[in-house]
Nanobody, 118 residues
C-alpha cells in the first residue's frame, strides 16, 4: 500500500521560510518522479515543482521559481520543498505526488496546510 505523508506546514509571516517534507512508503521511491502541488481555497490544484527519480532534473512553476527548491533523499524515501520569501498568495494546502514520469502522477498525499500572513 503506497503512502505519501506530508509534514512541515504551518503559519508563517510573509518573507519567512518553511520546509515541507513528504515521506513515501510502499513503493520503490528511487524509481518515481515526485511533484508538489498546491490548492488554495476555492481554486483548482496547481503544479508547484517536480523532480525526476534520480534528482537530476527539477521543474518549477513560474510563480515559485527562484524562491522554492525541490530536492529528494532516496536513502530516506523523502522529497522536500524548501520555500523561501513566502508571500500571502502562497497560502494553500500543499500536496506531494508520485508517478512513473514527471507530469503523470499515480499517488497523492493528504496535504499539509501552509498559511502565510501579511
Amino acid at each position: 500500500q503506497v503512502q505519501l505523508v506530508e509534514s512541515g506546514g504551518g503559519l508563517v509571516q510573509a518573507g519567512g521560510s518553511l520546509r515541507l517534507s513528504c515521506a513515501a512508503s510502499g513503493l520503490t521511491f528511487s524509481t518515481y518522479a515526485m511533484g508538489w502541488f498546491r490548492q488554495a481555497p476555492g481554486k483548482e490544484r496547481k503544479f508547484v515543482a517536480a523532480i525526476t527519480s534520480s534528482g537530476g532534473n527539477t521543474y518549477y512553476a513560474d510563480s515559485v521559481k527562484g524562491r522554492f527548491t525541490i530536492s529528494r533523499d532516496n536513502a530516506k524515501n523523502t522529497v522536500y520543498l524548501q520555500m523561501n520569501s513566502l508571500k500571502p498568495e502562497d497560502t494553500a494546502v500543499y500536496y506531494c505526488a508520485a508517478g512513473n514520469l514527471v507530469g503523470k502522477y499515480d499517488y497523492w498525499g493528504q496535504g499539509t496546510q501552509v498559511t502565510v500572513s501579511s
